[in-house]
């Protein structure tokens, strides 16, 4: 069988060159289109000016006055006067106060019956409980000491149950309970020191208001002589329940 066409004219038998070549261009012309570039162009008016005459300013001269300077001051001439001092004056001569070995220092041994020694009696608070001779409450003279001892507590109880006020902001508040009271029957038989404990402050000044109100008591005795009693008392104070 014999071919159709010529061999020497095979087109595909170089189609790798011709592939490598048309490869090459286009690579070439993709490059030349990325790096080209464009500027704007701005549109500028050139425009001719003719000076025909030109013109000239002229600027005036002007001389400017300026003072002279001040003249300098003269110099002052002062005159001294020298006046003689017609006064004597004294000097002061200030002696020195320190002590030296040379001075010597006279022994004073001070007499006995110059020294006066003051008694000082201190404030003794004995207990209620163990005072040898309680105070006396008003209305309960001329009994012993452990009738009186009774009896001043009965009085004092009837006394709080006397001035015994709830106060009413306890009231409102629904505040009870017990508080302390803690005080002295002094040497002349008056309530002093008074201080107080208790659930609530309103509550410790009404027991403390009370107190305050006790009349003045014959003062307790230890060893004959008048000493501060110090007593404790208790004041409830709770609200009714209905």
């Known amino acids: 069988m014999r071919a159709k066409k010529n061999p020497e004219l095979d087109v595909a038998r170089n189609s790798g ?3 490598a070549i048309g490869l090459n261009i286009m690579l070439f012309l993709s ?3 990325l790096e080209f570039k464009t500027y704007d162009k701005d549109d500028v008016v050139v425009d001719v000016i003719n000076m025909d005459n030109e013109i000239e300013e002229d600027i005036p001269i002007v001389n400017a006055s300026t003072p002279p300077p001040p003249p300098p001051p003269a110099a002052i001439q002062e005159n001294v006067t020298i006046v003689e001092d017609t006064k004597d004056i004294e000097e002061t001569i200030i002696e020195s106060t320190e002590v030296g070995q040379e001075d010597a220092i006279a022994e004073y041994v001070p007499n006995v019956d110059e020294v006066q020694v003051e008694k000082i009696e201190e404030e003794v608070n004995v207990p209620f409980s163990v005072i040898e001779r309680v105070p006396i409450f008003p209305g309960c003279e001329g009994l012993s000491n452990a009738k009186a001892k009774d009896c001043f507590q009965e009085k ?3 006394h709080v149950a006397k001035n015994f006020r709830y106060p009413e902001a306890a009231l409102e508040l629904q505040i009870q309970g017990r508080v302390s009271v ?5 040497s002349s038989g008056k ?3 008074i201080k107080s404990r208790g659930p609530d402050k309103v509550l410790e000044a009404e ?3 009370i107190i305050s109100l006790l009349p003045q008591m014959k003062p307790g005795t230890q060893r004959g002589k008048p000493v501060n009693v110090a007593y404790a008392l208790p004041v409830m ?3 009714a329940t209905q």
Not at 182 to 186: A, E, K, P, V
């Open 17 to 19: 060159i011709y592939f």
């Open 156 to 158: 004092m109880m009837a």
């Open 191 to 193: 309530a002093v020191k």
């Open 31 to 33: 490059w030349r289109l």
């Open 237 to 239: 104070f709770r609200i």
């Open 207 to 209: 027991a403390e208001r």
């Open 182 to 186: 803690i005080f002295t029957i002094d």
